[in-house]
Structures are given as structure tokens and as C-alpha cells.
């Protein structure tokens, strides 16, 4: 799993630098916007430290190809998950279509960074995971809202993938903690 870390400027409105005390949940949305890539949407936080277009920004932002871009470090907050922001990791996801779908190479980014996070903060992927959706009712991420089978299917992989790989290959975890 590569992580580029491509840090928001710290400004007002997308890295306000709140320390983030406790984490609890893993928060994953969509972007809405189908066909956009994981660095454009980064660079649409980046702009939004003008002040006029609003709050917005996420920890990290998986692309199509499967490519992790972390905007946010995790002990601050980010704008993504409204109340949930005080306790949450928020990852946005890119999608080619309107439906919401993720690529397979998105999914699979998706799970290894779950995973890791799941083992670094101690959590549950099976409770601790959640939508934007569990939390507002928004429709978001749209596919795993018109489809919560394959949502708690998604949580599982994340089970199974932090006892198959992560626990046997301690190197996996040690190699995440470095970047
Ligand atoms: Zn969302």
C-alpha cells in the first residue's frame, strides 16, 4: 500500500489543525463526482482555504487506479463526517460512474487502509467502520447506501484481510508506520 502524502496548507476551512484526541470510527464516503481523480479532489480542498466556497476536506482520498492521497494527518481533524468529525478517520472514495461504485483497485486501497488503520487505533472493522450515511443520512457512499449488503461484505474483506495478511506479516504494519 502506497500512501503520497500531499498535506492541505493549514487555513480555516479545510485544515483547521483541531487536535483529533480519540479515534474511534472510520468514516468512508464517496466524492459525487463521478470520473474525478483522487489528486483533483485534494487540490478542490486545497482551494477552499480562500474562505469562499466553504468547508470541506478528508484524511485521505483513494483514486480510481487505487492510488492513496493522505490531505489530513490523522491527529487532526478533517471536514468530512459533520458531529463525527471529533472521532472519526474520514476516506474519500473516487468513482467512474454515477451510481458510486468503486473500481476493484479502489475497493482493494480501500480495505488495505482500513485494515491498517483498524490495527493501529485497535478497532473493529465490522463495528467501527461506518458511512457518511450512519451518520447524517446522507446518501453517501451512494452504492453502499443502495447496496448495505455489499457494504457489510466490504467490512468483512477488512476482517479477513487484517487476519490473513496483517497479522502474519508484521512487516505490512511496521512499513505504514514509517511514511
Ligand atoms: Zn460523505
Partial sequence: MMITKMLLTPNNYSRPQIPLKRVTKIAVHYVGNAGSSAEGN?????????????????HYIVGLKGEIIQCVPENEWAYCTNEANAYSI?????????????????RQSLTELCADICVRYGLDPLK??????????????????????????????????????????????LKNEKE
Fill in 90 to 106: 474520514s476516506i474519500e472514495n473516487c468513482h467512474p460512474k454515477d451510481d458510486g461504485k468503486f473500481t476493484e483497485k479502489t
Fill in 42 to 58: 485534494r487540490n478542490y480542498f486545497e482551494s477552499l482555504k480562500d474562505g469562499k466556497h466553504g468547508y470541506a476536506s478528508s
Fill in 128 to 173: 467501527d467502520i461506518i458511512r457518511h450515511y450512519d451518520v447524517t443520512g446522507k446518501l453517501c457512499p451512494l452504492y453502499w447506501v443502495n447496496h448495505p449488503q455489499n457494504f457489510a461484505a466490504f467490512k468483512q474483506e477488512v476482517k479477513d484481510f487484517i487476519e490473513k495478511v496483517i497479522i502474519n506479516n508484521e512487516q505490512f504494519v
